[in-house]
């Protein structure tokens, strides 16, 4: 190989070399990006988890008052007012209690 040739040869690696380090620093930003992008969803659904499961308990809780509201007026329907007053009481402690 030449002399002249050699070098130009060296510069065009060079030039390989700096193009391809440009690319590795955009691979490694768009890793980045793609990590940030994870996280942020990540905790997104952890949110939404959170938030299923409040309103699962919202839910539950709003059965479970509506069960003992039935059972008051067929205990008072039954002439049981023992029973509707118990059911009566056993409701406002449970409503006390998730306030």
């Known amino acids: 190989m030449e ?8 510069v065009e690696l060079k030039v390989e070399m700096e193009e391809i380090s440009e690319e590795q620093q955009l691979i490694k930003q768009g890793q980045r990006d793609v990590g940030e992008k994870l996280e942020a969803i990540e905790e997104e659904c952890e949110k939404l988890r959170k938030e299923t499961d409040e309103i ?3 839910s539950t809780q709003t059965q479970l008052r509506l069960a003992l509201m039935f059972h008051i007026l067929k ?4 002439n049981d007012f023992t029973k509707a007053a118990q059911l009566t009481h056993l409701l406002r402690e449970i409503i006390a209690t998730w306030v």
Do not use: C, G, S, Y
Request: glycine share 0%; no cysteine; charged share 55%.
């Open 3 to 10: 002399r002249k040739e050699m070098r130009r040869r060296v």
């Open 56 to 58: 699962i308990q919202q």
């Open 75 to 78: 205990a008072r329907q039954d």
